[in-house]
Nanobody, 115 residues
Framework: VQLQASGGGLVQAGGSLRLSCAAS????????MGWYRQTPGKQREYVAS???????DYADSVKGRFTISRDYGMNTVYLQMNSLKPEDTAVYYC??????????WGQGTLVTVSS
């Protein structure tokens, strides 16, 4: 499985960005797809995930501002980020977990929120 993340960029505080992560290779609707983020000197932290269906799970820090969605036909997961804050600045990574437990990571996309 290969994951290609895109959509990062520079935005002012209060603005919005939409990240995309396209999965290629052998994928399944049972894969858990999600987003993590990392800033220099800190551990990678969980942002959101989605399994079957349309209901996502979110870290408290992004609840009410971020929305994760998934296009099963396109094998793509999205992260709509609204009301962005400077503390959301990070490299965002997509991740997928197969039913077997094998984990795959994308290459990361940089989000910078200016104050």
């Amino acid at each position: 499985v290969q994951l290609q993340a895109s959509g990062g960029g520079l935005v002012q505080a209060g603005g919005s960005l939409r990240l995309s992560c396209a999965a290629s290779g052998t994928t399944s609707s049972t894969d858990v797809m999600g987003w993590y983020r990392q800033t220099p000197g800190k551990q990678r932290e969980y942002v959101a995930s989605i399994t079957r269906g349309t209901i996502g799970d979110y870290a408290d820090s992004v609840k009410g501002r971020f929305t994760i969605s998934r296009d099963y036909g396109m094998n793509t997961v999205y992260l709509q980020m609204n009301s962005l804050k400077p503390e959301d600045t990070a490299v965002y990574y997509c991740r997928t977990i197969r039913r077997s437990g094998i984990v795959y990571w994308g290459q990361g996309t940089l989000v910078t929120v200016s104050s």
